[in-house]
């Protein structure tokens, strides 16, 4: 089978042609119809961290079923099959090693993350800026209703379920708990967007003019400066000022949350171990999510995500020719999010 795959090498993005091989027991071919571009996609192409040889990119996208073995289920039990329009995790997982066991497939031993690996070595379609994806069997899959707008949930795969996983982590919310996000990007959005429709009062603060205009428009509120602490701090911008400022924001007994800082070395912190001690607080760090936290995710897009002000944080779609126009526009920074359609192309 040919697809063409976004492929970063040697600083640029390239559009190549696979051949791939026949699929391998167990896995299922998916037709990209919509894909995003995720933050961790623009690191990979601005070289902040090191990559294989021409690696796929795209870990966040919808597609159609078109190949797959006989009674292939997802996660809910439904048997798959050859159209169906299906949402997927971003990581293939063994589902036997200690950590999977530990209930941290996200960290398995046997690990493969899509939108990071190499086109040169199996299962080679492993980015969704592509025709077509690969995915292995320890992939979590869910079916998405054919009336859902592909826009609603082209970003499941990473930013809705490292949300639901944010939110998982914050625990269940008392009565009356008040919460603060760091960071208006697709997670902290997300997040935000999770916690008040579960009851918590929640408050974003982004120092980006445009991304606090999002804010409003996904009718969330901005923090103000002077508010007493919060019993719940959320970090998703990865700022080391917000991470400190957490610090200082939160309530006796309170929680943060930390899932911005997803780049090692790049920044350092300093805080007084005392406070973390004397205020009995709770640090958590929360990277990717489990396959129930995804299934949380895609549950909550099918009940509250579906709101039209969701498309406005969304570009318009690029063609997969344009995928180097489309790069472009991600740096920009207007958007939450820019897709790519791959079928747009003909
Ligand atoms: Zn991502
Ligand atoms: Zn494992």
């Known amino acids: 089978m040919e697809t063409r795959v976004a492929v970063y090498d040697d600083g640029a993005v390239d559009l190549e042609k696979l051949s791939l091989p026949p699929r391998g027991v167990g896995e299922i071919d ?19 961290r090191s990559t294989p040889d021409r690696t796929a990119l795209g870990h966040e996208g919808i597609g159609e079923v078109l190949d ?60 969704t800026l592509a025709d077509v994806v690969r995915l292995l069997p320890g992939v979590a899959v869910l079916k998405v209703p054919a009336e859902v707008d592909d826009r609603h949930v082209v970003a499941a795969g990473c930013a809705v379920a490292t949300a639901a996983a944010v939110v998982t982590a ?83 007994g309170g929680r943060i949350v930390a899932a911005g800082a997803v780049s090692p070395g790049h920044s350092t912190v300093t805080f007084d171990p005392a406070t973390l001690v004397r205020q009995r607080l709770s640090l958590i760090g929360v990277h990717n999510y489990t396959a129930e936290e995804f299934r949380y995710g895609v549950d909550w897009l099918l ?6 002000e969701w498309s406005t944080v969304l570009s318009a779609p690029f063609p997969l020719d344009d995928v180097e126009r489309a790069f472009a526009e991600i740096q920009r920074g207007r958007f939450l999010r820019v897709l790519v359609q791959p079928g747009s192309d003909a």
Do not use: W
Request: hydrophobic share 45%; proline share 5%; aromatic share 4%.
């Open 30 to 48: 998916v037709a990209m119809s919509t894909a995003a571009i995720c933050g961790s996609d623009l690191h990979t192409v601005l070289g902040h």
């Open 170 to 252: 914050a625990g269940p919310p008392a009565a009356g708990t008040r919460a603060l996000v760091y960071g208006a990007g697709a997670v902290g959005s997300y997040t935000a967007a999770m916690l008040a429709s579960i009851g918590v009062d929640v408050a974003v603060s982004d120092p980006n003019p445009d991304r606090q205009a999002a804010v409003t428009a996904l009718g969330l509120r901005l923090a103000a400066d002077d508010a007493p602490a919060y019993d719940l701090v959320i970090e998703a911008s990865g700022s080391p000022v917000a991470f400190t400022e957490a610090i200082d924001r939160i309530e006796i």
């Open 303 to 308: 009940a509250h995500g579906q709101r039209p």
């Open 68 to 127: 797959l073995d006989n009674d292939v289920h997802d996660l809910r039990g439904e048997r798959l099959a050859v159209g169906d329009r299906v949402v997927f995790a971003l990581f293939s997982a063994c589902g036997s090693c200690d950590r999977c066991s530990a209930g941290l497939a996200m960290k398995c031993r046997n690990l493969l993350k899509y939108g990071h690996e190499s086109v040169t070595t199996a299962p080679h379609a492993t980015g």
